[in-house]
């Protein structure tokens, strides 16, 4: 038999891959079935299970990781402040004009015409004196009167007698205002729906004056806006007056018109100058032998008197019988009446 001598492998060049050789071993012999099946369960045993079975016990998921809080919005400025709360009193009463304005029924000033006219109500009972006061929890009515009514501000026309002055009172004299009385109206007054009432009253003001020993017509008023028109420094509006006067040189002069000078008269229509200011151009006229009707557009102190003072005259009586539109006419002496709705001085 010949024998077969393998010749060994040259070694690689540096450098050079050679391919793995392929084994040559004993094959594994292939698994019988029962084999296979025991290494399936071997393999089950030891993977862990996909899924729990249903009879095991339920596991509580874990919580999830919290989320930051979220920022909360930058607040915004109030447009309108907070009303502030009603100012506590010692007694808890508080005024009933007051009240009635922290509920929104009515401002102070109609709060207290309301009240003095009888139209506001407290727990059933009318209330009609300034200054009541109530407690916070009593029941507020007003009248269906108030509602339809607005605040009215009058003007009085009153006829001055002598004795009694134009604004405060002094030296014992009462002022004119004090006149102005139910008692005291004009039965002849034109503006018969006006009822007269205490509100009338309040801030009732003279615009323009009279002297104490001067009467005529005297304007009261609570609208500043007839004051300004009659006494503002703009004023236009015509003051007309019936003076008796008598010379100082000759007092027992009868026909002082056919003796005063022509000069005289042209100083009093214009030219004359008191406390350093010259006077505006007025109307002057005879009336009679000792009556002048004089007609200004200012009203400085005692203004006629001293005009007269300055041209040798002296005033005896005084009584102004116009104010711009508005004459005194037939109201007597003592008595007042109320400007109509359709009356105005200019």
């Avoid at 009635?100 to 009318?126: C, K």
């Avoid at 002297?211 to 420094?233: F, N, P």
């Avoid at 009868?254 to 042209?266: I, Q, V, Y």
């Amino acid at each position: 038999m010949a024998t077969l001598k393998l010749k060994p492998a040259a070694a690689p060049k540096s450098g050079e891959r050679r391919a793995p050789l392929r084994g040559t071993g004993v094959k594994r012999p292939r698994p019988t079935l029962a084999q296979a099946e025991a290494e399936r369960a071997a393999r089950r045993a030891a993977a862990p299970p996909e899924r729990a079975p249903r009879d095991a016990p339920h596991r509580p998921a874990e919580p999830a990781p919290a989320r930051p809080k979220a920022r909360p919005p930058t607040a915004r400025p109030q447009t309108r402040p907070p009303a502030a709360p009603a100012v506590a009193h010692p007694d808890g009463a508080l005024r009933l004009s007051k009240r009635m304005t922290e509920l929104g029924l009515a401002s102070r000033r109609e709060a207290d015409e309301w009240i003095s006219h009888g139209w506001v109500r407290v727990d059933g009972q009318v209330v009609d004196t300034l200054g009541a006061r109530i407690q916070p929890d009593q029941r507020i009515e007003i009248d269906p009167q108030a509602r339809r009514q607005q605040a009215q501000r009058v003007t009085v026309l009153l006829h001055k007698p002598l004795g009694y002055v134009s604004g405060q009172a002094e030296d014992g004299h009462a002022p004119a205002v004090t006149l102005v009385t139910a008692a005291n109206r004009w039965p002849g007054d034109a503006a018969k729906a006006l009822r007269f009432n205490a509100a009338h009253l309040r801030g009732l003001a003279p615009a323009g004056r009279l002297d104490l020993d001067s009467t005529g017509l005297l304007v009261l008023t609570q609208d500043g806006r007839v004051a300004k028109a009659l006494i503002g420094e703009d004023s236009k509006v015509e003051k007309e007056y019936l003076v008796r006067v008598a010379s100082v040189a000759q007092p027992e002069l009868a026909d002082l018109k056919a003796a005063f000078p022509a000069e005289g008269m042209a100083r009093l229509r214009h030219g004359l100058v008191l406390d350093g200011r010259a006077l505006q151009p007025a109307k002057v006229s005879w009336q009679s032998e000792q009556q002048l009707r004089i007609v200004l557009h200012e009203g400085m102190k005692r203004q006629i008197r001293r005009m007269c003072e300055a041209v040798g005259l002296k005033v005896v009586a005084l009584k102004r019988i116009r104010i711009g539109r508005i004459p005194l006419g037939d109201l007597p002496a003592g008595q007042w009446r109320y400007l109509a709705p359709w009356e105005s001085f200019d």
